[in-house]
């Protein structure tokens, strides 16, 4: 089973940037898909944002047009990029490997605070 380690997250303003990091412990080139999926308070966790294999992405509503998913295959990385964020983007956000055969692997989280 793959691992995944999250990193970036912590305290932004309103308006704020930051970039997530999902390193996994091998390879993605095979995965079948990489994405972001986060969960706040009471919430249900949700996809954020995916990408598959062949490049292609797609986006929950609320983000589209804020947040961009990336994928550096050499460095077996996935990227969260999210600008103009906002106090309802708070969560802890996890990065999810989506195998060849479909066995899903999850990180253990990072915390996204938006807060003045």
């Known amino acids: 089973q793959v691992q995944l380690v999250e990193s970036g997250g912590g305290l932004v303003q309103p308006g704020g940037s930051l970039r997530l990091s999902c390193a996994a412990s091998?390879?993605?080139?095979?995965?079948?898909?990489m994405g972001w999926y986060r969960q706040a308070p009471g919430k249900q966790r949700e996809l954020v944002a995916g990408?598959?294999?062949?490049?292609?992405?797609n986006y929950a509503g609320s983000v589209k047009g804020r947040f961009t998913i990336s994928r550096d295959n050499a460095k077996n990385t996935v990227y969260l990029q999210m600008n103009s964020l906002q106090p309802e983007d708070t969560a802890v956000y996890y990065c999810?490997?989506?195998?060849?055969?479909?066995?899903?692997?999850w990180g253990r989280g990072t915390q996204v605070t938006v807060s003045s």
């Open positions: 091998e390879s993605i080139v095979s995965a079948n898909a």
């Open positions: 999810l490997h989506q195998s060849s055969s479909f066995f899903n692997s």
């Open positions: 990408i598959t294999r062949a490049g292609s992405t």
